[in-house]
């Protein structure tokens, strides 16, 4: 399978089960899930986990990622310092759909101690069927992409 249809998924222990979730969503949707853990459910560190998905993503090897902690926050925050990553965090559809569409993001973060699982799987569904407008949005995410130039 291609780049295009692959996501790479990541969490640290805060979001193990809605994380498995996550996969088990998407790949029955004929998306090749790369899940890189973890699977068990000891204490670990956000900021690892969520480099090691934005390195798939910021490679090529994925096109879009996925990343989970308890707030979501944490983990967005790491996830963005790898160069050519837009990670935004959502608890709602709109936003997750509106972050592809004008941002061009290419990866969504999600807390899993905010949204429950019906909530998290629509915010998935929202994120990743939707597609970048360019035009006027592209001059505004290649502004957000100068400071890494
Ligand atoms: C772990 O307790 C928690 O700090 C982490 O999952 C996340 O919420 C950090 O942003």
């Known amino acids: 399978m291609t780049a295009s249809r692959r996501v790479a998924l990541s969490s640290d222990h805060a979001a193990i089960p809605l994380r498995q979730a996550i996969a088990a969503h998407v790949s029955a949707q004929g998306w090749e899930v790369v899940d890189i853990g973890p699977v068990t459910p000891e204490s670990t560190h956000y900021p690892k986990h969520g480099q090691a998905a934005a390195a798939l993503v910021?490679?090529?090897?994925?096109?879009?990622?996925?990343?989970?902690?308890?707030?979501?926050?944490?983990?967005?925050?790491?996830?963005?310092?790898?160069?050519?990553?837009?990670?935004?965090?959502?608890?709602?559809?709109?936003?997750?759909?509106?972050?592809?569409?004008?941002?061009?993001?290419?990866?969504?973060?999600?807390?899993?101690?905010?949204?429950?699982?019906?909530?998290?799987?629509?915010?998935?569904?929202?994120f990743l069927g939707a597609e970048f407008e360019g035009g006027r949005h592209a001059t505004r995410v290649e502004m957000i992409e100068a400071p890494e130039a």
């Open 58 to 126: 910021a490679s090529g090897d994925c096109r879009l990622g996925i990343i989970l902690c308890g707030t979501g926050q944490g983990i967005m925050m790491a996830a963005n310092k790898v160069k050519g990553i837009r990670c935004g965090v959502c608890s709602d559809t709109f936003s997750a759909r509106m972050i592809r569409q004008h941002n061009d993001a290419n990866m969504l973060s999600i807390g899993a101690r905010v949204v429950g699982e019906g909530l998290a799987l629509e915010i998935v569904d929202a």
